[in-house]
Structure formats: C-alpha cells, structure tokens
C-alpha cells in the first residue's frame, strides 16, 4: 500500500478556512495513495491556544465535512491530523479524525497525554480516554497524537489492540527535533509496526515545528523523512506483510513479562 504524509505548513498567515482549503487540494492530490495524512491541529495551530475558542469545532464541523469530501475525491483513506473538538459539554479535546474512501469518519480520537505541564493543552483541554483502533482495507491501524510518543505504555495497549500501522499527527518544536527522530523510530522498533509520524511546519503561538515527518518500518528503518522542515509531501510503499514476517522472524513481542504478570 501507499502512503503519504502531507507535512503542512500552519502559521499565523492563514485563518483556518484558507488552510482548509489549501488542505483540501493537497489531498485531492493524492489520487492513487491508499492512505494520507496530515498534521495536529493544523486548523487552529497547536501552540496558537488563542485560537482554540474561535476555531474549535464539533466532530461533523466544517473540517470533518471539508476532509470528508477530500478523501472521497482522493479515493484513500485520510487521517485528517486533528482538530480541536468542541464536545456538546463544552469541554475542548484534540481529536484525530480516520475517514474511508467513501468519505465516512470511521474512527476518532481523543488525545491522552496532555501537553503544556501547567500551560496551555494540559489546563485548557480535557483528556481522553480510550485507545482505538480502526480496521482498515490494508491492517489495523492505531491512532495516537505529539506527545503521546513519550509514553510507551499506550503504544503497547495500541499494539494489544490489534494494531499493524500506528499514525501520529504532531506539531513537535523544533527545539525538540532530534526527540522526535528518536522516538518514531522507537515507537515503531518497539511495537513491530508501521509507523507513519506526520509534523506540521511553520511558526504559530510563537512556537517553531520542527517538520521532519517520518515513514518507519518495523524494524525502525526510516523509509522516508522530510528533508527539511519546509512545506513537503513523502511517500512510501509498504508492505504489509512485512509486520507478520518480522513479528516471526525476531518474536520479542512473544517474550514479554511484566505486563502479563501484572494482567
């Protein structure tokens, strides 16, 4: 299957109807791709928290209804990044959003792991609850979002899920950079999937990402990154098997303790 991380540009120069559509375009562009993605938060910005009011929206909003179309004229599967929900409660999530070909959101979720320690996504936004999954025409794939790279155990519980192909939108800091190299590569030597880490580029809430979006197989090889952190689409065909095989040929995952005992 083939897959395309669209690493977008999200600055302070767009209002969030332009970059949707800008969006929407680039993603039609992709006719032929099985599955594409974009960044966090790439509406509002993800360090542009004084936005986040004006630009939340709910799970049928104008973004959903905007990559729904996208993805039906594409033909692929499209992980439109995430946006920042507005639940009927009133609380914000920052929720990814999985449509089919057809254009169908068959699959969202809540961020777990909340950002900012005392600032911003950690006070302003609520957390989520459950690990998902979505079967899909070509494996399982997880859905984990930025920050959540740092805590292993949800890739686990991911992996227990079923996952074969684990997607992470992020608007990572540049300042940051070589955590992230690191950490997608580990995430998914550690797991034995596909993992496909889509990082917004630009400058927002004063905050610079660090672009860098990675395809990396289950042994941690990087079979495609963003050269710089400029404004770029990569591809890569993968081979789904390769997850069965390589989960046979070294069954490390096989060999695990402590979390069983502790089940």
């Not at 689409?233 to 989960?247: F, P, S």
């Amino acid at each position: 299957m083939r897959a395309s991380l669209i690493q977008l540009s999200v600055d302070a120069s767009e209002s969030a109807d332009e970059r949707r559509r800008r969006a929407a375009s680039l993603v039609r562009g992709r006719k032929g791709d099985d599955l594409v993605v974009l960044p966090e938060l790439w509406t509002a910005g993800a360090w542009a928290y004084d936005r986040w009011g004006a630009d939340c929206e709910a799970l049928d909003g104008p973004t959903a209804e905007a990559m729904s179309a996208a993805a039906r004229e594409a033909g692929a599967w499209l992980h439109a990044g995430s946006i920042v929900e507005r639940d009927p409660d009133g609380t914000l999530y920052n929720t990814a959003l999985l449509f089919d070909p057809a254009g169908e959101l068959r699959g969202h979720y809540r961020k777990i792991h909340r950002y900012g320690f005392d600032t911003g996504e950690a006070t302003m936004m609520g957390g989520g609850d459950d690990v998902v999954t979505v079967p899909t025409d070509f494996g399982v794939v997880g859905l984990a979002i930025c920050y959540d790279l740092r805590f292993p155990e949800l890739f686990r519980a991911v992996l227990d899920a079923g996952a074969e192909l684990i997607v992470v939108p992020a608007a990572w800091p540049a300042a940051r950079l070589e955590h992230w190299r690191l950490l997608t590569r580990t995430r998914a030597l550690e797991e034995q999937v596909f993992l496909l880490a889509c990082c917004a580029t630009g400058k927002h809430g004063g905050m610079q990402q660090g672009g860098h979006s990675a395809i990396v197989d289950p042994w941690g090889t990087v079979l495609a990154e963003a050269r710089t952190a400029e404004e770029e689409t990569v591809t890569a065909d993968l081979d789904m098997t390769e997850v069965a095989r390589i989960r046979t040929e070294l069954p490390v995952l096989r060999d695990r303790v402590l979390d069983r005992a502790r089940s």
